[in-house]
Nanobody, 129 residues
Framework: QVQLVESGGGLVQAGGSLKLSCAAS????????MGWFRQAPGKEREFVAA????????AYADSVKGRFTISRDNAESTVYLQMNSLKPEDTAVYYC??????????????????????WGRGTQVTVSS
C-alpha cells in the first residue's frame, strides 16, 4: 500500500507557472513508475506526464510537451510536475499516480491510467485568461 498526496495547485494567470508536488508514503518509492493525469469538468481523464522508476526516462502528452516537466526526488519520496506557460485549457484536477513495485522494465513510462494502482485525491489547477 502507498499513499499519495498532491499539493501546489491553485489559480494562476495564463502564461504563468505552477509546480505540483506529490508526496508518497507507506511503501518503497524508488521502484515505482509515476505519472500525472488530469481531468477537466465534462471531460475524460487524460495522460499528462510519466517517469520510469529508474528516473531516467520521461513521457509527455503532446499538449504539454515543452511546457511541463516531471521529476522525482527519491530521497524525499516526492514526484513533481513543473508547469510553465500555462493555458486556460490546462485547467483541471491533476492527479498523481503510482504503479505497483516493479522489478523489471525499469525504463518504461506508462501512459494509460489502467497501468497505475495508486492515486492521489487530486489538486485543482485553474488558469485564467
Amino acid at each position: 500500500q502507498v499513499q499519495l498526496v498532491e499539493s501546489g495547485g491553485g489559480l494562476v494567470q495564463a502564461g504563468g507557472s505552477l509546480k505540483l508536488s506529490c508526496a508518497a508514503s507507506g511503501r518503497t518509492f524508488s521502484n515505482r513508475a509515476m505519472g500525472w493525469f488530469r481531468q477537466a469538468p465534462g471531460k475524460e481523464r487524460e495522460f499528462v506526464a510519466a517517469m520510469s522508476w529508474s528516473g531516467k526516462n520521461t513521457a509527455y502528452a503532446d499538449s504539454v510537451k515543452g511546457r511541463f516537466t516531471i521529476s522525482r526526488d527519491n530521497a524525499e519520496s516526492t514526484v513533481y510536475l513543473q508547469m510553465n506557460s500555462l493555458k486556460p485549457e490546462d485547467t483541471a484536477v491533476y492527479y498523481c499516480a503510482a504503479t505497483k513495485i516493479l522489478y523489471y522494465s525499469s525504463g518504461y513510462c506508462y501512459r494509460s491510467g489502467k497501468d497505475y494502482d495508486y492515486w492521489g485525491r487530486g489538486t485543482q489547477v485553474t488558469v485564467s485568461s
